[in-house]
């Protein structure tokens, strides 16, 4: 399972919990490519919020996020007083939550192909192409006829 298929799996299960949200599967995925699983790791709600995830969440956002996920067994905290919280991902409890079946037909895990994103794929390549080379996209120049007057 890649990054995008963990984070999908985590969003869906997350979801069925009566509070879960979008922000809790987002800590938790970070969590986990921090390698908090492995060993403790120290970090701001902060620095989480506006370095790690771009702005995506707000501090208070990850501060409740933070606290769903203990509740639920799947992280634990040691907080020290304005400073840096030290966090811990239970792999077990993350796996027995990944253990749980899903349906294959929901968004983000099910394998349809859609045909006007291969259309988007092909104009944002032909854009970053135009981008790379530093020229501007060029219209596409359709002869006019002449007047004679």
């Not at 996920?69 to 239970?90: E, K």
């Not at 988007?120 to 135009?130: L, V, Y």
Request: with cysteine.
């Amino acid at each position: 399972m890649d990054s995008k298929a963990l984070f999908n799996e985590l969003i869906h299960r997350l979801s069925k919990y009566e509070d879960g949200k979008y922000s809790d599967a987002m800590l938790l995925h970070y969590l986990l490519r921090q390698g908090a699983d492995d060993a403790e790791f120290k970090t701001t709600a902060v620095k989480v919020a506006f370095d790690a995830l771009a702005g995506c969440l707000n501090r208070r956002d990850v501060q409740r996020s933070t606290e769903r996920l203990s509740q639920l067994g799947l992280i634990s905290t040691r907080v020290h007083a304005n400073t840096r919280t030290h966090f811990t991902v239970n792999r077990e409890a993350v796996l027995a939550l990944l253990a749980k079946p899903l349906p294959r037909n929901l968004p983000g895990i099910d394998e349809r192909h859609f045909p006007f994103l291969d259309e988007w794929k092909a104009a944002q390549t032909t854009a970053g192409s135009a981008d790379a080379a530093n020229e501007p996209i060029k219209p596409e120049i359709v002869p006019q006829p002449v007047q004679h007057t």
